[in-house]
Nanobody
């Protein structure tokens, strides 16, 4: 069984910073894609940033230059540094990890329960 758990969400003023963490644990052989998504009230979930096992990254245009994604492969953990936060960044942030449970299995996507980020103006 695999668990994905996010943490770090909080209430912060505009211009402030937060660091989100997401740790995968359980029966894990390999982790490929790790990404952060967010869902604001009344809106669809959107991809914020992702990082591959090799370290390649990609960001949504709305967060480029402000957010930084990184990972610790030894800990199966992905981080999202959020700087220069804006009220429009307010959302529940979800982590997704594509995990291989064994050497012969395929990769399955696992999601965390979400962590709430609220940015006040």
């Amino acid at each position: 069984q695999v668990q994905v758990v996010e943490s770090g969400g909080d209430l912060v003023q505009a211009g402030g910073s937060l660091r989100l963490s997401c740790a995968a644990s359980g029966s894990i052989f390999s982790v490929n894609f790790m990404g952060w998504y967010r869902q604001a009230p009344g809106k669809q979930r959107e991809l914020v940033a992702f990082i591959t096992s090799g370290g390649s990254t990609n960001y949504a245009d709305s967060v480029k230059g402000r957010f930084t994604i990184s990972r610790d492969n030894a800990k199966n953990t992905v981080y999202l540094q959020l700087n220069s936060l804006k009220p429009e960044d307010t959302a529940v942030y979800y982590c997704r990890a594509d995990i291989q449970g064994g050497p012969r299995g395929g990769f399955n996507a696992y999601w965390g329960q979400g962590t709430k980020v609220t940015v006040s103006s």
